[in-house]
């Protein structure tokens, strides 16, 4: 074997390993919220925002071609110090929701609802964007959390 | 033979699925070994008591909504029958449901611990009068709901169990909780673990160092040999 490729391999090999610890230490150590699917979760058709206890919120989100129903079109309020549980599903093809300056990243599927929990302690607003193409008009598929 | 990974993965699949039921599964890496807050309850006798309280042999930690069309029904019945199976003593453990809904109070608790006969000395039928410390406590042992409609919330399906420390240390998966299951808990919740418990929770951690120590001694035995 090739010295360049033998480096090449092992430089490949140790950032698996480095990305590999990186994951448990966000799962373990920071005790991170991680995105999950959940299989058997009920489906719904409509966005809603609902209070369901002190500053404690659940956001169901409909992703469409192109935008995201949360209740409100692309854009819901939030205020400050907000426990929010994103429930996300998609009316059409496979979409994706990320927030920024947050740990939400999930994909919108077809059938299937996809879930994260994030608190929003700064004010302010944050962008959410679709992250899976989805046809012609997906530059455009974008929102806003604004947090008050 | 070719069938038996796919039996095993559709087995394990389905097993996973009738553990979880609806909702969002709790991270248990995040819970066991925690202490929940220590929170006011109000019972159905209208007495306030704190967990605390409870402090001194194991407790099991039920949390349901009085409101529930089946699911709560089900999980309460199940508990209620198996430990009648089990025909322990009542003074060795107290078994707590609660409500998780913040809109339901003692007349919720009630009606529900009427019309399901939850009637045993060591069983309390309760609710948290503070939406905030509720949600503490639903934090620290990672139940967490979904609303479907005023009527239906969908939550895991499931049960808590304390040492006598008030330290959690196992949960319980399912709707039909059998004795095995909840003898299991207790088990656990005394401290006395079987061999297998022991280890199951080093698999992972000792599997990662002998995947790394594989692939350095791999690299070096490549190295040797140029």
Known sequence: MDRFEKRAMALALSLVMMFFGLVVYAAKGLQ????????????????????????????????YMWGF?????????????????????????????????????????????????VKFDRAGEYQIICHEYCGLGHQNMAGQVIVE | MRALPLAGYLLSFALGCSA?????????AKTLGATPPDVKFIDTQGRAFKLSDLKGKPVILSPIYAGCPSACIVISRSVKKALSE?????ETYTVLTFSFDPKEDLADMKGFQQKHQLNASNWRVAYVPDDDALFQLLDAIDFRFTYVSEIVKDHPNLLVFLDSEGVIRHYEFGLEFTPAQLQRGLRIARGQYTLWERVSDWIFPVGAVGMLATGAWLMLGARRKR
């Open chain 2, 86 to 90: 089990l025909n322990l003593d009542p």
């Open chain 2, 20 to 28: 979880f039921g609806q909702g969002v599964p709790p991270n248990l």
């Open chain 1, 32 to 63: 991170a919220d991680l995105p999950t699917c959940l299989p058997n979760a009920r489906l719904f058709e409509r966005g809603r925002v609902v209070e369901i206890g002190p500053n404690r919120y659940q956001v169901d989100v409909v992703a």
């Open chain 1, 69 to 117: 129903d949360m209740g409100t079109v692309n854009q819901i309020k939030l205020p400050r110090g907000a426990v929010v549980d994103f429930y996300i599903t998609s009316r059409d093809v496979m979409h994706g929701y990320h927030i920024d300056k947050t740990l939400v990243n999930l994909m919108a599927i077809p059938g299937a609802v996809t879930y994260s929990r």
